[in-house]
């Protein structure tokens, strides 16, 4: 259980780096984003989070917002899989 756990914490925190990585490549040059093969890679790596926050999120939230909102889910969720990950090997000291 423990290793699932680190797994998919793992797992979150690539996407999120992802999203970071998308941020400050494109603060660089806003408007040629797009063009730039840096931040092209983090978006295919960081697309499924997006997509899944957009899907879960009302439509009254922008779309130009979706990404921050993906990133504060990635984030919540990797220090609550970092607290699960703790008290299951806690509980189990055989792991």
């Given at each position: ?10 797992l979150?925190?690539v ?9 400050l ?22 697309s ?11 439509k009254v ?12 889910v ?22």
């Open positions: 259980m423990a290793f699932a756990l680190l797994a998919l914490q793992t979150v925190l996407a999120g780096l992802a999203l970071l990585g998308q941020a490549v494109g603060a660089f040059n806003w408007p040629r984003r797009r063009q730039n093969l840096v931040w092209r890679l983090f978006e295919v790596i960081a499924p989070v997006v997509k899944f926050v957009r899907l879960i999120t009302p939230v922008l779309d130009q917002h979706i990404p921050i909102a993906a990133f504060m990635l984030f919540f969720a990797y220090f609550w899989l970092g607290f699960e990950h703790r008290s299951s090997c806690r509980t189990d000291t055989s792991q």
